[in-house]
């Protein structure tokens, strides 16, 4: 059997080209190692594993989270402020001074929810928390008002690197869903001594903050516009009915059964269908998530309106105290429900001429 061998030239190629795999290997470790490990990029990259494993440790590693989390809450401050319209200067000083008192509880109801995301993947942590002198402050708010939870990350934009000061800024491209726009944020990072680079702020906030408060002002607006008609047509109808129990109470005798039974009948057979009609047309409605408040309020007038009539009806066909004591307790809050709702489109309207 012939035996297979090889020339002396081949096997110095293969030598060298196994030193120059060897080389480039090699190579490619230490600048992982010595650079791309003590890069912004990759601090980057260390932080999403973190959020991803839930692992806290690595994530406050490359997270300085009370310097970020105290300017992110004076830039959204400043935002919140800067985007009610119409509000003279003085008194927006004044309610800066104000949102100074709650800094505290903010920053850690903030801190608070974001710790529970990278623990647990979720957002959702019993909202309503008392922090900081007894101050009760609703996380779920504050992580609304940051519009944290609807960021999506899409990609690094640059880079800009400041060696004389050991500091960096990296563009963070996201996509805000309730925006329904891109927004790069800046994410200002400084490097440790250990050639470690951490988040300390992110310097263009207050901007995102004013975009995320313009579009949710627009989408109230819009939704304004959506139901007006609804609730104009839906308000005049129960106006016209009031009126016409209104004229048979001071025309009529109450004690008369037949008055009550027609009262009864309006009531049953008018006035509680509208408002069945009105809160079923809402429940039909696209509500943006800056209209949720609204859409609730509204809701609940309808819910409490409804009650009203049930326990009316009730009373004029029993004339047993109670239902008309619960029927007005159901009418009251109703009112005052109803003057919030005007006050929170009234101020949309203001705000958005």
């Known amino acids: 059997m012939e035996r297979w061998s090889l020339s002396m030239q081949t096997k110095v190629k293969l030598l060298a080209a196994g030193t120059a795999i060897l080389a480039v290997f090699a190579g490619t470790l230490f600048w992982y190692f010595s650079y791309y490990?003590?890069?912004?990029?990759?601090?980057?990259?260390?932080?999403?594993?973190?959020?991803?494993?839930?692992d806290m440790v690595k994530f406050q590693k490359y997270v300085d989270m009370d310097s970020t989390l105290t300017k992110a809450c004076d830039a959204m401050m400043e935002g919140l402020i800067e985007t009610e319209r119409p509000m003279p200067e003085e008194a927006k000083v004044a309610l800066s001074g104000f949102a100074k008192m709650f800094k505290a509880p903010i920053v850690?109801?903030?801190?608070?929810?974001?710790?529970?995301?990278i623990e647990s993947g979720k957002w959702d942590d019993d909202a309503s928390?008392?922090?900081?002198q007894g101050i009760p402050i609703d996380s779920d708010m504050i992580l609304s008002k940051s519009g944290i939870k609807d960021m999506q990350f899409e990609s690094?934009?640059?880079t800009k690197m400041d060696e004389a000061d050991d500091s960096a800024v990296v563009g963070?491209?996201?996509?805000?869903?309730?925006?329904?726009a891109p927004f790069v944020l800046e994410l200002l990072m400084k490097k440790t001594e250990n050639g470690i680079w951490r988040i300390t702020e992110i310097k263009n906030f207050k901007e995102y903050i004013v975009l995320l408060s313009d579009a949710r002002r627009q989408q109230m607006k819009a939704y304004i516009d959506t139901t007006q008609v609804l609730m104009a047509n839906h308000d005049k109808n129960v106006f016209d009915i009031e009126q016409k129990m209104k004229t048979i109470l001071l025309t009529s005798n109450l004690g008369n059964e037949n008055v009550r039974m027609d009262l009864k009948k309006i009531v049953k057979e008018e006035l509680l269908l509208d408002w069945n009609e009105r809160?079923?047309?809402?429940?039909?409605?696209?509500?943006?998530?800056?209209?949720?408040?609204?859409?609730?309020?509204?809701?609940?007038?309808?819910?409490?309106?409804?009650?009203?009539?049930?326990?009316?009806?009730?009373?004029?066909?029993n004339k047993d105290v109670k239902p008309l004591k619960e029927a007005n307790e159901f009418l009251k809050e109703a009112k005052t429900l109803e003057h919030e709702a005007e006050f929170i489109s009234n101020k949309v309207k203001a705000d958005t001429n």
């Open 129 to 132: 928390k008392v922090v900081d």
């Open 156 to 158: 690094i934009e640059y």
């Open 172 to 180: 963070l491209k996201i996509f805000d869903r309730e925006a329904n």
């Open 37 to 54: 490990t003590k890069t912004p990029e990759y601090s980057l990259k260390m932080i999403q594993e973190a959020a991803v494993k839930h």
């Open 108 to 117: 850690a109801a903030f801190k608070g929810s974001i710790n529970h995301y």
């Open 279 to 317: 809160m079923e047309a809402l429940h039909k409605i696209d509500v943006p998530e800056a209209a949720q408040t609204l859409q609730r309020l509204r809701l609940k007038i309808c819910d409490l309106r409804i009650g009203y009539c049930e326990k009316y009806a009730l009373w004029l066909d």
